[in-house]
Nanobody
């Protein structure tokens, strides 16, 4: 079991920056793929960024070059640094922990944090 708690959301002007944090507790954090998903108003949840235990990262095209995902395994925390924010980045951002077991997939979600980009 993994419990995830996001923080760092809020209201920011276009062009501004925010850093989201996701603190994990419970199981062994370092073996999980960690991801930040977002759900924009009226849209389905989508992957924004992900990072493997080996710290390989991948990004949605819409955030590439502006967002950076990182992890601190001793602190059991994953971060999402968001720069050059646009109004279309407005969404609820969710932290996800994922691993593949021998017989099933394991997925855990945080409660989400609201990011609003508006002037």
């Amino acid at each position: 079991q993994v419990q995830l708690v996001e923080s760092g959301g809020g209201l920011v002007q276009p062009g501004g920056s925010l850093r989201l944090s996701c603190a994990a507790s419970g199981s062994i954090f370092s073996i999980y793929d960690m991801g930040w998903y977002r759900q924009r108003p009226g849209k389905q949840r989508e992957l924004a960024a992900a990072i493997t235990p080996g710290e390989r990262s991948n990004y949605a095209d819409s955030v590439k070059g502006r967002f950076t995902i990182s992890r601190d395994n001793p602190k059991k925390t994953v971060y999402l640094q968001m720069n050059s924010l646009k109004p279309e980045d407005t969404a609820v951002y969710y932290c996800n922990a994922h691993r593949s077991g021998p017989f099933k997939e394991y997925d855990y979600w945080g409660q989400g944090t609201q990011v609003t980009v508006s002037s």
